[in-house]
Structures are given as C-alpha cells and as structure tokens.
C-alpha cells in the first residue's frame, strides 16, 4: 500500500476519485468542504497531514482527513477546529478481509505520523450513515485503542413521502413553519439557478446578525462556489416587506445532505419561525434531489452543553428523522 | 433462516400472560405497545423533560434512542443535565447493579431498568425485574408474540401516574396498536418488497406513542404455568449446553442466574465472521458477531466480538449442539 500526502501533484486528483467510489463519503470529505476547511481554518491550521491511500492497482483504496491544530495547552492535536476530524473511509468493493487490513494499516500510519510530528492525539468522528448503512454498528475506532467519546446526531431519510416527514415534525414546529409561511417567501438557490447576489445575501445576513465580519470573505465565495458546482445549495427566506431576512446553507453530495450553517436577521422575534420554515424546506429540497440522508448534525459536541447548544439541538430533532449513534474516539499517543 | 429474535406465531389461549407474570413474579407489569412505549412513558411520568440527559451505554440502537429522544435526551457521557440512567442487561445477562446503583445514587439519577431482553433473571437471588426506579419489559424478544411490552415500578408515584394515563391513552389506541402488529405481520412476511423500509420506518416511527397492548399478541404469549416454566427450562438448558462447552469464553456469572435472551461467546473476530458464515450456509441459522460487555458494567465495560446464540424456541437445543460443535471446530 502506498500513502499520498496534499504536497503531491497527484493527491486532488486522487482524492477526488477516493470521494466519488468510496461509500459513505458524505459532503465532510469533499474537494470542496477541504478547501472552505483550509480557508477557515487558516489561522490555526498547522499542518494539512490528510492522506490517501492507494492500493496495489493504484486505485483510492482510503481517504484520510487529518488536520493538525495546537489544543488549548499548546499541544498539537489532529482534530477539526475544537471538535473531531471525519474518520478514514475505506473501499470495501476489496472484500472484508483486504478492508481489515487496510484499516489496520491506516491507524498505524496515523500513530506512526503523530510520533514523527509530536502530535499528542487524535480525535475522529465516524460518519452517522456509517452505523444505518450497515457499515460500521460499532465504535471500530476502540479497536486501535481510541477511548470511545461517542455522541448522537439526527438523520433524516429524506426519501420518505412528504405526508410521512411532515407528519414527523413536532407538533409546535408546523404552526410556526405555517405562520412564517403566510408572511415570507423562499427561495432554494442551487447550481440550477445560481446567482452570486442573491448568495451574496447569507454574508450581508451574517454580518448582520453579528454586526462584524468574523471571517474572510473568501470563505463567503467559497460556499457559493460550493453551490455553483452542485454540492451545496442555499435556501434565502424573504419577508414581503423588508426582503431577505435568513440564509441556510446545506452540503449535499453522493446522497448525503448536511444542514451546515445559517445567518439569520437579528431583528426578527425568536418565535417567527423562519429557521423552521427554511429547514423545512432544505428538506423538501433534498428530497427533491434524491438525497437518501439529511443529517442534522451532532447533538452533543461537549459533554457539558450551554443553554443555547442545547437550543439548538432540540431545534435539530424536531424535524423527526432518527437518533443515531456517532461513534467518536480520542487516541493519545505515548510519547517516544 | 432463524434469528435471535422470534417471529409471530399464534399457540395459547391468548389469555392471562400478564397474570401469569405476576403469580411468578409477584410484580403487576401495565401492559404497553412494546418496550419502548414503557420507556417513554416511564421517563415522562417522572418529569422528566427533553433538556434532561439520561445516560445510555454506547450501542443502543437508533430505534431505542430515538424513541428516548421523544422524552429526554440521550447522552453517552455524564455531565451536570444527567438526571437517569439506562441500564439495559444486554442478552439477559444482569450488569453490575450494586456498582451502578452506587454510582447512580451518588449522581441522583433515576434508574431506567431495561429487561427487554430478559424476565426471570436474578441478582444474588433477587428479582431483576424489581430493581432500578421503573423496569421495562420488552415481551416481543422473547416469546412470539410479535409486539407487546410492559412497564413496572415499585415507587408508588410513578406507578399510579403511569396508570390513571394508560387506561385513557389505551383505550385509545387499541386500533392503532392491531394495525401495527398486523404490520408487522406483514413486513416479515414480505408482501411489501422494496418498499419494506419505508413500512419499518413507518411502524417504528409511531410505536412509541401506542400506549395499548395490542390484543393478537396474547395469543403468541405462554398462556399456562407450564408453557412459562417450559421456556424458563428451555433457555436455561441452552445455556448450561454453551458454558460447559466454552466455560472460559461465556460471561462470569457469579451469584447471579441467566435466563437468557441469547449467549455470546467471545473468540477472535476474524475466525468468528468465518463461523458466523459457516452455520447460516450450513444450519440456516442466524449466528451473528456481536459486542458484548463481558464486565456486565456499563461504567466500566469490557465489550468483546462474540458470536450470539439465540435461546428462543426456534432454537432447538440439538441444533445449538451443532452450532457448538462447529464452533468448537474453529476455536480451541
């Protein structure tokens, strides 16, 4: 087996392909989300060391997200800002026992590099999709000695009738999507009908809401590029008197959607509903492109939650879907 | 194919199960759509409210958490919103409950006790069953009887507010809870093809707000003393057959007694998938690889691949001395 680094002529290329065979390669691995990664993240990212792995045939066998941060007592970590990296996905078209044995050598890579490199643990998330497709139904990571940090997320089968998903949003969530819809209009931009200006308006939003800029405004171009390229679309609700009042944002690639971010008009009452009208409809909107999951993310990122994590994700189950296990782990590495 | 878990099969009378219970037992279970409609209602009843954490072990199925989710919210980690613990005796086999209650106590969190997977086992010569703040039952694992569950709790409190809801929300429901066994009926038979998952998703979507007992399940239920006591011998025989076979590769089982669910038996996993295939190409039964916690202590568990026999009557104990016997072929 042979590894690829992000220095090499080859590894988007490579990349690319492992992201378009590999099963359960959700919008987190893709080309693009790297890229909005690298830009977000410029400041504390202080090595890319993410890697592919080729087999024998020089196919993708196995992408490997791996960025290096300095956790809050100066140590490097690989992780994802605060919070988990995406675990490796493997091909498994090779059968179960090459599969094995690809992972084994993998997480030995891994601790290989963190010895190299001094980098103290490794924290990794393994997709939700992974467990209901039958992939992985336990925490494997536990395996290489990770200590199990498993956590939930929602998913939502977005396949199912629209009767069946309305039927499964909570109760006082459809007054508020059917109050919201009386008074405000939306509109769900995508590679279809792409238009800069009108993405241009989850900026102005953003903005608006925290009144600074809090990152480049490159990264703003990077999501909308995002959406021109068809692995993203944005849903803008509009109120009929004083126009675009929130941005949603989702990935969406190989059938999987992820709700990733919002910018919402401060000035709007908390119970307008307009977040639950937007979600709504992203989920309609997936449907419509034949995403198989919208995931709504990870419930619980710290053990001990603000009151406005914990908001939030009651907001994330209310949609339905089904609570699923999100197998996390942290290696820590024994210095040499 | 044979699976841990059975299928609906009509043989008793259909009556009396719940009385049966209560003569072995002395505990009157309240009758639920299945064990997860117990839980929820169980962990309302307490007060308990979507904002409050219950500790769960990290394996549960999406079916159990999002059913939990409807109450409360389930976490894999303690932190300071932890108010329950859900202690789930994984194949029948009790967790360490002085441990947990310990621990449960000095935390004052209530205590979820799932015996889903099992109804005669025994701690130290106590009653599993009448441990934890409320036990839920899960009868459908067990007997085939396709749907049914049961709640019990001997804190007055929660037992009387469960029971003044249950007979207006049951009498309710009655339709609802038929029509969902006929369902279920129907999705194991097969007749909805491709679109089996979305009936599934359909089912498990509503079952944890069907209060009442739906009433074809009776008659999948053990109806006299003897068809009970039959299938407490019957699990018993099994395991007695597995853990002389394999002493050092069954779960410890020091003053507590199994009436089990099914039984793991831990071995190196690579072999364990080759057996696994072996015994449902050659025996058609279900043998799975599975984790479980030999240290019988969410707390502190030690989970081992394992492969997992099931103990139902669909599982004839010559055909489990085959199983063994081949497994004995692959693991020395």
């Given at each position: 087996m042979k590894t690829i680094h992000t220095g090499d002529k080859n590894f988007n290329a490579l990349w690319e392909q492992g992201f378009r065979a590999i099963p359960g390669a959700t919008p987190m691995y893709s080309p693009a989300t790297r890229e909005y990664d690298h830009e977000i993240f410029s400041t504390q990212l202080k090595s890319d060391d993410s890697f592919v792995v080729l087999s024998a045939s020089g196919e993708t066998a196995a992408v490997v997200p791996l960025y290096c941060f300095r956790d809050e007592e100066g140590a490097l970590e690989y992780r994802y800002g605060r919070e988990y990296v995406r675990a490796p996905i493997i091909?498994?078209?090779?059968g179960l026992k090459n599969y094995k044995k690809i992972q084994k050598f993998i997480f030995e890579y891994i601790e290989g590099l963190a010895h190299k490199k001094r980098v103290r643990a490794h924290k990794a998330v393994v997709e939700g999709v992974e467990l209901l497709e039958g992939r992985?139904?336990?925490?494997?990571?536990t395996d290489f000695g990770y200590i199990d940090e498993s956590s939930i997320c929602q998913l939502i089968d977005s396949t199912s009738d629209p009767r069946d998903l309305w039927s499964n949003v909570r109760k006082s969530y459809k007054s508020l999507i059917n109050k919201a819809a009386k008074t405000h209009t939306f509109e769900s931009i995508s590679t279809d009908n792409y238009n800069f200006n009108k993405c241009e308006q989850y900026r102005n939003l953003h903005f608006r809401a925290s009144g600074k800029q809090t990152r480049s405004t490159e990264s703003f171009h990077l999501m909308y590029k995002m959406i021109e390229d068809g692995r993203a679309f944005m849903i803008l609700v509009n109120d009929?008197?004083?126009?675009?009042?929130s941005a949603h944002l989702f990935y969406h690639s190989n059938g999987y959607s992820l709700y990733a971010s919002s910018a919402v008009d401060?000035?709007?009452?908390?119970?307008?509903g307009i977040g639950h009208l937007a979600v709504w409809q992203g989920l309609l909107t997936a449907r419509s492109m034949g995403i198989r999951y919208l995931d709504m993310g990870q419930l619980r990122i710290d053990s001990e939650m603000t009151a406005k994590e914990m908001k939030i994700a009651l907001f994330k189950k209310g949609f339905g879907g089904k609570t699923v296990t999100v197998f996390r782990g942290t290696k820590y590495f024994k210095s040499e | 194919m044979t699976s841990l878990y059975p299928l609906f099969k009509e043989r008793g009378t259909g009556n009396g199960f719940f009385k049966l219970l209560e003569l072995s037992t002395g505990l009157r279970f309240i009758p639920f759509a299945c064990g997860r409609s117990a839980m929820v209602s169980g962990l309302k009843a307490l007060g308990l409210q979507r904002t409050d954490e219950i500790l769960v072990p990290p394996f549960l199925g999406q079916c159990v958490l999002s059913a939990l989710s409807r109450a409360v919210f389930p976490a894999m980690s303690p932190s300071g919103r932890s108010r329950a613990i859900l202690v789930y005796h994984q194949f029948g086999f009790p967790q360490d409950i002085r441990a947990i209650e310990s621990y449960a106590h000095d935390k004052n969190l209530t205590i979820l006790n799932d015996c889903a997977n099992t109804l005669f086992s025994c701690t130290n010569g106590n009653s599993?069953?009448?441990?934890?703040d409320f036990t839920i039952i899960s009868l459908s694992k067990l007997y085939s009887c396709g749907l049914g569950g049961g709640l019990y709790s001997r804190r007055k409190d929660i037992y009387e507010n469960i029971l003044d809801d249950h007979r207006e929300l049951s009498d309710g429901q009655r339709e609802r809870a038929d029509l969902a066994l006929e369902t279920l009926i129907k999705i194991n038979s097969g007749v909805y093809g491709a679109e089996t998952v979305y009936e599934i998703n359909g089912l498990y979507g509503y079952l944890p707000d069907v209060a009442a007992f739906p009433e074809k399940s009776h008659y999948g239920l053990p109806s006299t003393e003897e068809e009970l006591h039959d299938d407490i011998t019957h699990r018993k025989n099994i395991w007695s057959i597995v853990s002389n076979l394999f002493p050092d590769r069954v779960p410890e089982c020091e003053n507590i007694e199994v009436i089990p669910f099914a039984i793991p038996i831990f071995g190196d996993p690579e072999k364990l998938e080759v057996i696994s295939n072996k015994i449902r190409n050659e025996l058609s039964l279900d043998v799975p690889v599975l984790h479980f916690?030999?240290?019988?202590?969410?707390?502190n568990p030690d989970y081992r691949q394992s492969l997992v026999i099931g103990c139902h009557d669909g599982w004839d104990e010559g055909l489990v001395v085959k199983i063994c016997e081949i497994i004995k072929g692959h693991i020395k």
């Open positions: 091909n498994v078209s090779s992985h139904y336990y925490n494997y990571m009929k008197d004083i126009g675009p009042v401060p000035r709007l009452p908390l119970d307008a | 599993l069953l009448e441990w934890g916690d030999f240290a019988r202590n969410m707390l």
